[in-house]
């Protein structure tokens, strides 16, 4: 049964359906290979202890020949980044290390009310702020592939927890690529729903114009099924749009004729390493095999893509986190022996213990940008650059269908690489940050492997709602090149 952990979670729920296996045993098989395996990889920061009378629930409701979900019995990793009620919720900080919601997002409530069953929550980094999961309060988590590498973030766990066949799928969220970019250095397929597609409601807020969920799974079809759960209007999140959700895993198809795909040249630039670039190269050829045509497309301020998120990230987060005081809930600091003297320093204390540097810096420079004197320089200035943005893609719609471009310049760099360096580390998001400057939907597909063995994505991008465009793109690239869902030797 070991080759369960690399079953699309598709076929395990068909199984289940068929009644060929037990959702309670597909739980049991999943949870004591997450024991055995966490310890190794440091993906899940709780495993829940409610996930087998989940499973149980849907055995039962099989047996009775009641009507169950899309998504019955596959087990699940979600971010710890999702409010999960009665389980453990962390943000990855020691400031929520305390932290039992009393409710669910409405992600995490779709998917159960679909018959998945939540195995666990999986680690990131603090607040989903980074690109590697070392600011996590919890400890890194190694890539499945390389365990001298980073498997990305901020969804970093979410991506290994799959890799490593630790969940038959998983939930991250993606603020700036936080989905894409580990996505695509563990191999396996994620995708940045448009802004407004997926709720935000009971997801814990980083950047609220630019947060959204989406799945992490080793086929597109996967992704495609774990969509059509998550999307739709919510009335708890007024950001959510009333736009129909379709019904994209049956409409899958790779024949990409009459499709136009467009090849930003500014994505195109000599940082791209060699490796990315010959991946990048094949899925072209792949689109053009599957009958799409390319042309050359131009978005000049991709170059500002980076210091405008880094304003506008992080004003939002200084704001959003502004509730973690250590009165109403999470981490206090401990005033038994040395009591706080005022209310400032109740709060500077519980504060300057509970966050981690890199939540720190992102909330000096966020509090600083929207400062009275500097506001308009920064924060104003910003939106209108990210106004700008805006119109260079609409621009590029004009022109294609699809966006393919690199993820990131290269594959999995070495964990502990560029810990000193947050600048190179900020960097590394070029390719993936305009997407949710934008809103538009974006995805990373599996295409190939460097010359180390490192798994290599292609990112896919889409004007606003056009969802189904992307995923047959990446349904053709991944027919082609056959790179995804791939198990990592050794495991
Ligand atoms: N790496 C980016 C950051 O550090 C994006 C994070 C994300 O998408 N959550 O902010």
Redesign the pocket.
Same mark, same amino acid.
């Given at each position: 049964m070991s080759e369960i952990f690399y079953t699309p979670l598709k076929q395990i729920r068909d199984q289940i359906l068929k009644r060929d296996v037990k959702a309670r045993h597909v739980t049991e098989l999943f949870l004591t290979r997450c024991r055995d395996l966490n310890p190794k990889f440091n993906a899940y920061i709780t495993l829940s202890d409610k996930a087998l009378e989940q499973a149980e629930a849907v055995d039962k409701a099989i047996e009775k020949g009641e009507k169950v979900g899309p998504l019955a019995g596959v087990p699940l990793a979600i971010k710890d980044m999702l409010c999960t009620k009665g389980l453990k919720t962390t943000a990855a900080s020691k400031i929520l290390n305390n932290f039992i919601p009393p409710y669910s997002s409405t992600v995490v409530e779709r998917l159960e009310g679909a018959g998945a069953i939540t195995i666990g929550k999986t680690n990131m =980094?603090e607040f $989903?702020? #980074? !690109?590697s999961n070392e600011n996590s309060n919890y400890g890194p988590v190694k890539n499945p592939w390389d365990e001298s590498a980073v498997p990305g #973030? !901020?969804s970093g766990g979410s991506a290994a927890a799959v890799a490593a066949g630790m969940a038959a799928g998983a939930i991250g969220? =993606?603020?700036?690529? !936080?989905i894409r970019?580990p996505a695509n250095f563990c191999g396996i397929v994620g995708i940045k729903p448009t802004y407004g597609r997926v709720s935000r409601y009971g997801i814990i807020a980083?950047a609220s114009s630019l947060d959204q969920a989406g799945p992490m799974t080793r086929t597109v079809e996967d992704a495609a099924l774990m969509m059509e759960v998550i999307s739709g209007h919510d009335a708890k999140d007024s950001t959510t749009a009333q736009v129909p959700v379709p019904e994209w895993s049956k409409s899958l198809k790779s024949d990409l004729k009459g499709m136009k795909i467009g090849l930003p040249k500014e994505y195109f630039s000599d940082e791209v390493s060699e490796d990315t670039k010959k991946v990048v190269n094949e899925a072209l050829r792949a689109v053009k095999e599957a009958g799409a045509t390319t042309v050359e497309v131009s978005i000049p301020l991709t170059g500002y893509g980076v210091p405008i998120?880094y304003l506008i $990230?992080t004003s939002e987060a200084s704001s959003n986190l502004a509730r973690y005081d250590g009165v109403r809930f999470g981490y206090r600091s401990d005033f038994s022996k040395v009591p706080a003297a005022d209310l400032e320093e109740f709060y500077s204390r519980s504060r300057g213990e509970g966050f981690g540097p890199e939540v720190k810096r992102r909330i000096m420079l966020g509090t600083y940008a929207l400062s009275s004197g500097y506001y308009d320089a920064y924060y104003r200035k910003a939106g209108q650059v990210r106004r700008l943005l805006r119109d260079e893609f609409s621009a590029a719609f004009q022109k294609c269908d699809v966006l393919l471009t690199p993820v990131t310049t290269a594959p999995a760099f070495k964990i502990g690489e560029r810990v000193s360096n947050p600048l190179q580390m900020?960097l590394? =998001?070029i390719f993936t940050?305009s997407t949710?400057m934008v809103g538009i939907p974006g995805m990373s597909v599996p295409g190939g492997f460097s010359a180390s063995g490192l798994p290599i994505g292609v990112q896919l991008s889409a004007a606003h709602f056009q969802e189904e465009k992307m995923l047959n793109v990446a349904y053709a690239i991944e027919k082609a090149l056959g790179a995804g869902g791939r198990k990592p030797n050794g495991l």
């Open positions: =980094d $989903a702020m #980074g !690109s #973030g !901020s969220t =993606d603020t700036g690529g !936080s970019q980083f998120y $990230a900020y590394n =998001d940050i949710n």
